[in-house]
């Protein structure tokens, strides 16, 4: 009797434990500024904000930037990330501890020799649980704010982080267009995606298309936050909150205020997986027939392209594809090889390519007299394994 009592106990418990806990987000839409004075009243108005939130509240999102809602100068952005970006993490901080809820919110992160565009995670008691790090940054971040981008250029699994049972994971901004990314971001069945975005050109029924993709292939609730260009633009703006099926559940548009949404982040999308199979995440319906040799090189041996090789690079030089691919396994960058013109180059060329495609530098030596037709047929090879940009020649 005893046993049955524990057994049905645990049940109950599993029952309690698994039973569906509905939660509250809020993301937060600021207005950006187009001058100083624009700029200084949009972040105070955010401050507001975050003053007005309460404990009805289970996370807060706010945008990318966030200490900088608007436009600036070179020095102008700096200067304003350090004038207003302790002030809008204490805040954040503050928020949190007060309301017992999350608050994630894009700012700089200056606490490195040289600042990252970074994602801050404040847990309820106001603790800083974590911190990510946005993998793709547009040109104008590191080449005109000079943030830092080298660790973008390594291997990272997805951020992946488990609160109070809930995974998140997340997105910063120009994150979103690089689809890839998310078949491996649901391989880790996060539960939600946090989106802090700047995005500012794109038009509303764009964002939407990106924003219900998103949720759609990850199998996650996306609760994205972003800046309004002006309460009468069709572009950018779209902070909003999507559930799995890809269906809005709520979006500020181009509305300076913020949108409150409840959502169960453990009710997943299940689909009909076809020929009788049970129904399916769609990433796990996805995964049985992925055909990854199909498409363009990734993955974690892929080094950055020529363009942003570094210019002192281990070399080795072959003919042989075994030692060629011994080099790049024990960590040679550029490795060469040649091909003659008068003999059949091509066969060559495709077993170099199919296995070492962006796994290193490729100095290629072309010899004797290459026509026209086949310069053309040699890059056409090089473009069926993607390799343009890891591919520079020599000719003697």
């Known amino acids: 009797m005893r046993r049955i009592l524990l057994s049905l ?72 990330v350090h004038r ?20 994630f919110v894009g700012a700089i992160d200056t606490n490195w020799d040289v600042p990252r565009n970074a994602l801050f995670i404040f847990g309820r008691d106001g603790s800083l649980l974590g911190k990510y790090y946005k993998q793709h940054l547009t040109a104008g971040e590191w080449q005109k704010y000079g943030l830092d981008k080298s660790y973008t250029e390594e291997w990272s699994e997805p951020m992946i982080l488990d609160i109070e049972g809930v995974r998140y994971a997340f997105l910063i901004c120009y994150d979103f267009y690089f689809y890839e990314a998310y078949a491996n971001i649901a391989r880790w069945k ?43 633009s069709k572009n950018g703006g779209c902070s909003c909150v999507v559930a799995p099926t890809g269906k809005i559940l709520g979006n500020l548009y181009s509305k300076v205020k913020s949108l409150d949404v409840t959502f169960d982040p453990h009710e997943k999308y299940r689909k009909p997986a076809g020929y009788g199979n049970p129904p399916a995440l769609h990433s796990e319906y996805i995964e049985i027939g992925r055909r990854p040799w199909k498409y363009r090189p990734g993955g974690s041996a892929i080094v950055p392209p020529l363009s942003e090789a570094p210019a002192q690079r281990s070399y080795f030089y072959s003919d042989d594809l075994g030692e060629l691919g011994a080099a790049v396994a024990t960590g040679t960058q550029e490795i060469g090889f040649s091909l003659d013109a008068s003999t059949d180059w091509e066969p060559v060329l495709r077993a170099i390519l199919q296995k070492l495609s962006c796994h290193a530098i490729m100095n290629i030596h072309l010899k004797g007299v290459w026509t026209e037709s086949a310069r053309e047929r040699l890059l056409y090879v090089i473009d069926l394994y993607d390799a343009r940009q890891h591919v520079y020649f020599t000719e003697s």
């Open 9 to 80: 106990a645990a049940l109950l418990f599993a029952v309690v434990a698994g039973h569906a806990v509905p939660m509250k987000a809020r993301v937060i839409q600021p207005l950006f500024a187009q001058d100083q004075a624009g700029l200084d009243k949009s972040f105070e108005w955010t401050l507001q904000e975050l003053r007005e939130c309460d404990s009805s509240l289970d996370m807060v999102v706010l945008p990318e930037f966030s200490e900088v809602p608007g436009k600036t100068s070179y020095e102008g952005f700096l200067e304003t």
């Open 84 to 103: 207003y970006g302790p002030t809008l993490l204490d805040e954040c901080a503050r928020t949190a501890r007060r309301c017992s809820t999350l608050v």
């Open 190 to 232: 996060p539960d939600v995606i946090i989106g802090s975005s700047h995005q500012r050109s794109d038009p509303h029924h764009v964002l939407d298309i990106i924003d219900m993709f998103c949720a759609y292939n990850t199998g996650a609730y996306l609760v994205r936050a972003s800046v309004s260009m002006g309460k009468k």
